[in-house]
């Protein structure tokens, strides 16, 4: 009944980054799944995230407050919709938590318009790590794109990557 | 990891309707998972469903088309969110299958605007049923309340109990 869906990729519509990192995928999941864990990578330096709640369940919380380096604050609330520990993890700001629908599509494309995936597969002693965003048409990847998604994820990954070795 | 979440009811903005039916839970849900059941009771008469396709599980398609009595047919495509089996079921018209975020709020109101949930209690032999709307906010609402949410479901479970009670 709840086996997992396969996440169908339009390359026109989505946004992929794929990497190896050379630590455990239960280590990236923690550092996915742990408030304290995330406001210490999430954002990319100098940026910061200030405030991180979850309520790691289908239906579940994910909200985050990101402060700019000139002290300004956006709020970043999700829906998680599913949990597979250690291997899948998915949200979408298009729906609030408890699954009821939210705004619509922002005139400035801040938030409401992307579903995030981040996958987790074991290789050798690290992790083969994907992480996929959504969105509803090509007007809305691209804007995700000008945002910088593949050199801010990218950022933030290294960011978790060091935390981990760091052993905190 | 994968408790269900309580679902949060805010009369402001959602719509409920609750029933006692006297049929066991395990044939409604039956009646909701199974695409020539489905045909049989999803619409009220003389409106008709003329196609149903669904891959029941979280990420899932929930598709129909209905058609009305003058032979205009109306296309609905959501996303399943939680298949408990026997217990609720939980979809999304703001997404796509696959967690795509969906085109937003539609200008007609048809699609694109609310979360369903239905809810099945077993009540001595019969069924406590809770079938709930959420919205994004109250002007979603009032236009769903408009389109006959009441009533409109109301007719379709006495079809679909009904339909259970001949045995089809």
Not at 70 to 75: A, K, L, S, T, Y
Not at 78 to 98: F, Q
Not at 125 to 130: A, D, Q, V
Not at 149 to 163: K, P, S
Request: proline share 7%.
């Amino acid at each position: 009944m709840s086996r997992l869906i396969d996440i169908a990729v339009n390359p026109k519509l989505d946004l992929v980054l794929e990497r190896y990192v050379d630590v455990p995928r239960e280590k990236v999941w923690a550092a996915w799944t742990t408030p304290e864990q995330i406001k210490q990578w999430f954002t990319p330096a100098p940026w910061t995230t200030t405030f991180c709640e979850l309520d790691l369940r289908p239906g579940g919380r994910f909200h985050t407050v990101m402060r700019s380096p000139d002290g300004q604050e956006f709020n970043n609330v999700g829906c998680y919709l599913e949990v597979a520990e250690n291997e899948r993890l998915i949200w979408t700001d298009v729906l609030k938590p408890g699954y009821r629908p939210g705004d619509g599509p922002p005139a400035d494309g801040c938030c409401g318009f992307m579903t995030a995936i981040i996958q987790l597969e074991a290789h050798g002693k690290g992790t083969k790590y994907t992480a996929i965003a959504l969105h509803r048409d090509e007007d809305s990847r691209k804007k995700h794109e000008d945002m910088g998604f593949e050199e801010g994820w990218g950022t933030c990954l290294d960011q978790m990557v060091a935390m981990i070795k760091r052993g905190s």
